[in-house]
C-alpha cells in the first residue's frame, strides 16, 4: 500500500460550508464518495458510438473483505437517438483507496480474464482502468478537488476528470479520440444519501 499523506483539519470544515471538500489522501476520497447518487449522462459520439443520454442511480459501497476498497455500481434508464425505446444500462466499478492516488479497477472485464486479479481477495475479478490522481491537475496545478486521467484502450485514448462541485456534487467527464472513437460522455452525480449528505 502507497503510504497516504493525512487529511488536513480543514476538511472537516469545509464539508460544514458546502464547499469542495479537499481530497488529499484515500480516506478523504472514500469519505466523499461512499453513499447513493443520482446521476445524468449525456453521450456525444461522431464515430464509434450514437447520441443520447441516461438517467439512474450510481452507489458507492464498501466491500464486505475491505472497508477501504470502494465498489460502484450504476443502473440508468438510456435513450439513444435512432432505437425506438429506451435501454437499461449497467455499470461497475471498484475504486480502491487504500492506494494513493486511488486506484479504479475494472470488474470481471471478460478482455482481462488472463491476467492476475488486482484484488483477489474480493468475490470479482479486477484490472487495472485508471488513477485518480488528487492533489495534481493535468497542467501541473494544486488540485485537491479534482483529477484528471488518461486511459488507452487498443488505439483509442480516452481523456479524463473528476470533479467535485461541492459536498454533494461531481462530474466525471470523458472525451475519446482514436481511428475507432471519437466523442464524449459528460456525467453529473448529485447524492442522494451517504456519510456528507445534510438532512
Known amino acids: 500500500t502507497t503510504h497516504q499523506p493525512t487529511a488536513a483539519s480543514s476538511d472537516t470544515q469545509a464539508m460544514a460550508s ?41 452507489t458507492f459501497t464498501e466491500t464486505h473483505q475491505r472497508r477501504d476498497v470502494l465498489m460502484y455500481e450504476e443502473r440508468g434508464t438510456m435513450h439513444l437517438e435512432g432505437l425506438g425505446k429506451p435501454v437499461e444500462a449497467y455499470r461497475k466499478y471498484c475504486f480502491n483507496t487504500a492506494r494513493w492516488p486511488v486506484e479504479v479497477y475494472f470488474v470481471d472485464d471478460p478482455t482481462k480474464k488472463h491476467i492476475p486479479s488486482l484484488l483477489p481477495e474480493l468475490d470479482c475479478h479486477t484490472s ?72
Open 18 to 58: 458546502g464547499a469542495a471538500p479537499r481530497l488529499v489522501n484515500g480516506e478523504a476520497v472514500r469519505s466523499f464518495l461512499l453513499g447513493r447518487w443520482s446521476i445524468s449522462k449525456t453521450f456525444d459520439y461522431r464515430l464509434g458510438g450514437g447520441k443520447g443520454s441516461l438517467e439512474g442511480v450510481a
Open 128 to 199: 487495472f482502468f485508471v488513477p485518480l490522481p488528487f492533489g495534481v491537475d493535468a497542467a501541473g496545478q494544486s488540485s485537491t478537488s479534482g483529477s484528471s486521467f488518461e486511459h488507452l484502450c487498443v488505439e483509442d485514448l480516452y481523456s479524463g476528470n473528476l470533479r467535485l462541485q461541492g459536498t454533494d456534487s461531481f462530474e466525471w467527464n470523458w472525451t475519446v479520440v482514436g481511428p475507432n472513437k471519437d466523442g464524449g460522455i459528460t456525467a453529473s452525480y448529485q447524492r442522494m444519501s451517504g456519510p456528507a449528505a445534510t438532512g
